[in-house]
């Protein structure tokens, strides 16, 4: 981080204090966001007006967060000749990020307290109500307050409880057809990830179910034995709906879901696209209670698709697990023995539509880079006839996700997942782009 003004515990309350001694604040000083409200992946501007000329500032923002713990983020400017301050090309002197950006304020953010440090809650659908404040030589002058919500207020979300299927279909307003998107998060299970996408996904208008596969009352407990069945169950529903379009489901997952968003297109030909947030390009063993295990995470057809374990000695296991967090990049990076690779290889090329896969080159999970390029490797090797990229990210790790959320914590007290914060908040902002590109946003 690049503060240099830590905010301690009690500093938000001292904040409030100032806030209320001071309710006759100057209507000269001004904060304009735009927009106040809008989704989260919506771009936003702020700027600062009304101030001395030549003139230092501080903006500070605050955010509770669905748990009701305190994230803040500050940063000092010095105003141009006007006595203003545009975030998009003014560098903070100092504070919680460095260089221009309009969006720093905010990817900034950080917890406060003594709570452990993790990453910014990735199943809550609660608006996002951030309130920005100007102090000048200690004093609140000017304040704004911004609303980010997860589901457009003309979306609805609905339950999903039938025919064995656990998940929340995100349907846009009006009567349709929407293009269909099925999204699928990774091995932390249940709709982690799946639901923030999908609820902002339907806010571009897409029919977008966040479907849970294991770790859900009614499902598997851990990722072993999937069937890939239920997923084909799950698009015959969704493209059933009476507001969907005629046309094919696309694919979004990520990680452990990004392997099997892979592995979907390459089997069941009502797939039309697949986007992966940092996949595997072979099929990997399942996790029962936290633990890799030498069985894989799918079936179909009644028998288990082929898989690949790690397979390392008690020495180097020792080096892996012996500190927090930990990096399990390593375990993947092991020698594979070739012909259960190749028998575990996801035959991408079966793909009837695009393939997009992302990867931070900071991974720390898993070398997701390395196999984003065999991904397309193989995609070249057979010609593909359908476009297919790989978009790789400088200073991201593996918590690719929506953009314009706080990134200043990317580790778990548990497990590292790599890169750094400005670098995670730009790979956040350019994927999406890119995935809205990829599934040709209407």
Not at 388 to 397: E, I, P
């Amino acid at each position: 981080m690049y503060a240099d003004r830590r905010i301690e515990p009690g500093a938000l309350v001292r904040f409030h204090e100032r806030m209320r001694e001071q309710p006759h604040a100057s209507t000269a000083h001004r904060i304009d966001v735009t927009p106040r409200r809008a989704p989260v992946d919506a771009p936003i501007e702020v700027r600062l007006s009304g101030f001395a000329p030549r003139s230092t500032l501080t903006l500070l923002a605050t955010l509770d967060d669905a748990k009701g713990r305190a994230w803040s983020s500050h940063a000092v400017f010095r105003t141009d000749a006007r006595g203003a301050v545009d975030l998009a090309s003014e560098a903070p002197l100092s504070g919680s990020y460095a260089g221009a950006d309009g969006e720093g304020i905010f990817w900034s953010l950080e917890p406060q307290g003594e709570g452990p440090r993790a990453p910014f809650d990735e199943t809550s659908l609660a608006p996002l109500r951030i309130t920005l404040s100007a102090e000048v030589d200690g004093d609140v002058v000017a304040t704004a307050t911004v609303e980010r919500h997860w589901v457009h207020a003309d979306c609805r979300a609905i339950a999903l409880e039938e025919d064995g299927l656990v998940g929340t279909l995100f349907r846009p307003a009006g009567d349709g057809p929407f293009p269909t998107v099925l999204v699928v998060g990774g091995s932390a299970g249940g709709q982690v990830f799946a639901d923030q996408c999908a609820a902002l996904l339907a806010g571009h208008g897409y029919a977008s179910l966040a479907l849970s596969y294991f770790a859900r009352e009614r499902l598997p407990d851990h990722l072993v034995g999937i069937p890939l069945e239920y997923f084909a169950r799950a698009m015959r529903w969704l493209r059933a709906q009476p507001c969907a379009d005629d046309g094919g489901v696309a694919v979004v997952g990520r990680s452990r879901g990004g392997e099997l968003a892979l592995l979907l297109g390459a089997t069941f030909p009502e797939v039309r696209a697949v986007v992966s947030y940092c996949p595997s390009h072979v099929v990997w063993g399942g996790v029962r209670n936290g633990q890799g295990v030498d069985e894989s995470a799918w079936t179909f057809d009644g028998r288990a698709v082929p898989h690949v374990a790690p397979r390392l000695d008690p020495a180097q296991m020792g080096r892996i697990f012996g500190k927090r967090p930990v990096s399990l990049s390593p375990l993947f990076e092991a020698p594979l023995d070739p012909l259960a690779a190749s028998a575990a290889t996801i035959p991408v090329e079966r793909t009837r539509g695009p393939v997009v896969v992302f990867s931070g080159d900071d991974d720390k999970m898993w070398p997701a880079g390395r196999m984003c390029d065999a991904v397309i490797e193989r995609l070249e090797a057979h010609r593909h006839p359908h476009a297919f990229a790989h978009h790789r990210y400088a200073g991201a790790g593996h918590l690719l996700r929506a953009p314009c959320v706080p990134t200043a914590v990317i580790d778990s007290p548990m497990l590292a997942l790599g890169g750094e914060p400005r670098g995670q908040a730009r790979a956040n902002r350019q994927s999406w782009t890119e995935l809205l590109r990829a599934l040709g946003s209407p």
